[in-house]
């Protein structure tokens, strides 16, 4: 199952980024912008925590738990982000409740009073056990990590990606 976590707010800029309707050069665009954690630190799947849990929350807030902010997310988060976790948890401020969809997962939110420049958007595939995290900073600074980069990233993700760069 995945779980995705998404934030909307005003469309940003027209220098956001490049614009596109084609899923495939969007899947391009975001894998040239990737942030992987060093090696050493890469968490192999064989030793990541079960999130299969998230598959329960259909409709809750992440705040209800402090789920970004407690394990095992907290772990994850930070080892794929290292020093952009704080970042990241800033721009839940304000937070979408939770949506399940079979195996993904989606959460977003938006930092307060910041007009929809400063967003994050969180998709876990509770089946393959992966995460993928998106920070939108000043409305045109598009930071997106994840587990792994050979695995394609949820369609939800993608349209994410969309939504932010049109």
């Not at 027209?14 to 912008?33: K, L």
């Not at 949506?99 to 997962?105: L, Q």
Request: hydrophobic share 35%; proline share 4%; charged share 25%.
């Amino acid at each position: 199952m995945i779980l995705i976590v998404g934030f909307s707010s005003c469309k940003p800029n027209e220098s956001t980024a490049e614009r596109t309707g084609n899923t495939e050069q969007v899947q391009q665009t975001a894998q040239q912008t990737i942030n992987q954690p060093v090696p050493e630190t890469h968490v192999k799947i064989e030793q990541r925590s079960d999130l299969s849990f998230l598959s329960e929350m259909n409709g809750q807030y992440p705040y209800e738990t402090n789920l970004l902010e407690n394990e095992p997310m907290k772990t994850r988060l930070e080892t794929i982000m290292g020093g952009k976790y704080v970042d990241f948890i800033q721009r839940m401020e304000v937070q979408t409740p939770i949506r399940v969809d079979d195996d993904i997962v989606f959460m977003s939110g938006f930092m307060k009073h910041s007009g929809g420049i400063e967003e994050a958007a969180l998709v876990v595939d509770v089946a393959q056990n992966l995460i993928w995290v998106l920070t939108l900073e000043n409305g045109k600074d598009m930071n997106i990590f994840k587990d792994d980069r050979d695995v394609r990233m949820p369609d939800i993700f993608i349209r994410k990606i969309q939504e932010l760069t049109n």
